[in-house]
C-alpha cells in the first residue's frame, strides 16, 4: 500500500513538473507519463485530480499553443491539425481558431512581407511561390487570396 502511493505521488509530482515547463494537453500529459510506465488507471486518476484543482486544462493549453503558432506565422488549418494532433477536440479547436477569413488574411500578408518583402508584384511563379508558401503555413485559399491583395492595412 505504501508503494502505491508513493507511486501516486511520483506520478503526481512527474506531471507537475512537465506542467511548470509549459502548458500540455491532457493528451500529450498522458502519453509522456505512460512512457514513464505508469499505470493508466493511476495515470488517469491523477490527471482528473489536476483537471479539478484547474493546474491542467485543454482549453488553456490550446489558446497558449494557438498565440504561439499565430506568432510564429502559422495559418488556422495548419494550427488546427497540431492541435487535433496533440488530442484537442475539434471543438475547442473551433473556438481557439475562430476569426474571420480577414483577420486570417491580414496574419498572411504580415508573414507574405516577412519572407518576400513589401514588393508583392512579380511574375506568376512568383506568385504561385507565394500561393504555395501560405498554403503550407496552413491559411486556406480566401485567406491567402485577400492576403495577397495590395492592402496597406494588412502590411503595417
Given at each position: 500500500?505504501?508503494?502505491?502511493?508513493?507511486?501516486?505521488?511520483?506520478?503526481?509530482?512527474?506531471?507537475?513538473?512537465?506542467?511548470?515547463?509549459?502548458?500540455?494537453?491532457?493528451?500529450?500529459?498522458?502519453?509522456?507519463?505512460?512512457?514513464?510506465?505508469?499505470?493508466?488507471?493511476?495515470?488517469?486518476?491523477?490527471?482528473?485530480?489536476?483537471?479539478?484543482?484547474?493546474?491542467?486544462?485543454?482549453?488553456?493549453?490550446?489558446?497558449?499553443?494557438?498565440?504561439?503558432?499565430?506568432?510564429?506565422?502559422?495559418?488556422?488549418?495548419?494550427?488546427?491539425q497540431?492541435?487535433?494532433?496533440?488530442?484537442?477536440?475539434?471543438?475547442l479547436?473551433?473556438?481557439?481558431?475562430?476569426?474571420?477569413?480577414?483577420?486570417?488574411?491580414?496574419r498572411?500578408?504580415?508573414?507574405?512581407?516577412?519572407?518576400f518583402?513589401?514588393?508583392?508584384?512579380?511574375?506568376?511563379?512568383?506568385?504561385?511561390?507565394?500561393?504555395?508558401?501560405?498554403?503550407?503555413?496552413?491559411?486556406?485559399?480566401?485567406?491567402?487570396?485577400?492576403?495577397?491583395?495590395?492592402?496597406?492595412?494588412?502590411?503595417?
Amino acid at each position: 500500500m505504501i508503494d502505491k502511493n508513493n507511486t501516486a505521488i511520483d506520478l503526481r509530482r512527474k506531471a507537475m513538473d512537465l506542467l511548470a515547463l509549459r502548458e500540455h494537453s491532457r493528451f500529450e500529459l498522458m502519453r509522456k507519463l505512460h512512457q514513464r510506465e505508469f499505470s493508466d488507471d493511476l495515470i488517469s486518476q491523477i490527471l482528473d485530480q489536476l483537471e479539478q484543482e484547474m493546474l491542467l486544462s485543454d482549453a488553456r493549453f490550446a489558446e497558449s499553443y494557438a498565440r504561439m503558432r499565430i506568432r510564429k506565422g502559422f495559418g488556422p488549418r495548419r494550427i488546427a491539425q497540431e492541435l487535433q494532433e496533440r488530442g484537442i477536440s475539434k471543438q475547442l479547436i473551433n473556438t481557439v481558431l475562430n476569426e474571420s477569413d480577414t483577420i486570417w488574411a491580414q496574419r498572411a500578408a504580415k508573414v507574405l512581407v516577412k519572407r518576400f518583402g513589401y514588393d508583392l508584384s512579380g511574375a506568376l511563379s512568383e506568385q504561385l511561390k507565394r500561393k504555395r508558401f501560405l498554403e503550407y503555413r496552413g491559411f486556406n485559399h480566401e485567406q491567402i487570396e485577400l492576403g495577397l491583395e495590395p492592402n496597406e492595412q494588412f502590411t503595417d
